[in-house]
């Protein structure tokens, strides 16, 4: 099973700046990896897949880059809606896994 | 619009068994592959199962092999997960979800989730 590793757990920023998440896998997922938000109390939402790919209404500020081991999730200019966990996932092979989350918080 | 609406969560005892089902609509449902993905209470995301589109191949992780079975019914445009011997560390809410504009993999539509508890 491959392991995904989420970096930083919690990241404190403000309205405005720039947000930068890591996802490192234990071996490589090629290009075959997604990024989700996940609010209180709500389903998942699919914001990046393939890496690099928003999903459909997802706005052109979240943007996901990386191939292989390390991928990056960048969220530009942090809306007060952007506050929420995030969920990197492979489907690289079976199980399809999940990181364990980074936790976006207002500064 | 495209939704996915769970249901058949609750209270059952260890040893017991559920039924949970997921009603699709605003998309063709018999095209696509669907998931169970499950979220224990305060922790991180778990995939379960998942089924082809005519229901001819299915998978299940490890930790439900065995005990879960995922099904569909395409005339109903419906979901289902048939989950027996249930144990404690089966409590989560669980999830269906599909990729009706995303890659197969990859959901971008998510039911909003039934909780299932087990506990005497």
């Known amino acids: 099973e491959i392991v995904l590793t989420q970096s930083p757990a919690t990241l404190s920023l403000s309205p405005g700046e720039r947000a930068t998440l890591s996802c490192r896998a234990s071996?490589?997922?090629?290009?075959?990896l997604a990024w989700y938000q996940q609010k209180p109390g709500q389903a998942p939402r699919l914001l990046i897949y393939?890496?690099?790919n928003r999903a459909t209404g997802i706005p052109a500020r979240f943007s996901g880059s990386g191939s292989g081991t390390d991928f990056t999730l960048t969220i530009d200019s942090l809306e007060p809606e952007d506050f929420a966990v995030y969920y990197c996932?492979?489907?690289?092979?079976?199980?399809?896994?999940f990181g364990q989350g980074t936790r976006l918080e207002i500064k | 619009e495209v939704q996915l609406v769970e249901s058949g969560g609750g209270l059952v005892q260890p040893g017991g068994s559920l039924r949970l089902s997921c009603a699709a609509s605003?998309?063709?449902?018999?095209?696509?592959?669907m998931h169970w993905v499950r979220q224990a209470p305060g922790k991180g995301l778990v995939w379960v199962s998942r089924?082809?589109?005519?229901?001819?191949?299915?998978q299940y992780a490890d930790s439900v092999k065995g005990r879960f079975t995922i099904s569909r019914d395409n005339a109903k445009n419906t979901l289902y997960l048939q989950m027996n011997s249930l144990r404690a560390e089966d409590t989560a809410v669980y999830y269906c979800?599909?990729?009706?504009?995303?890659?197969?993999?990859?959901?971008?539509?998510w039911g909003q989730g039934t909780l299932v508890t087990v506990s005497s």
């Open positions: 996932q492979h489907r690289s092979n079976w199980p399809p896994t």
């Open positions: 089924i082809n589109s005519d229901g001819s191949s299915t």
């Open positions: 393939d890496a690099s």
């Open positions: 979800a599909a990729p009706p504009y995303s890659s197969v993999w990859f959901p971008d539509c």
């Open positions: 605003g998309f063709t449902f018999s095209s696509k592959w």
């Open positions: 071996q490589s997922v090629s290009s075959y």
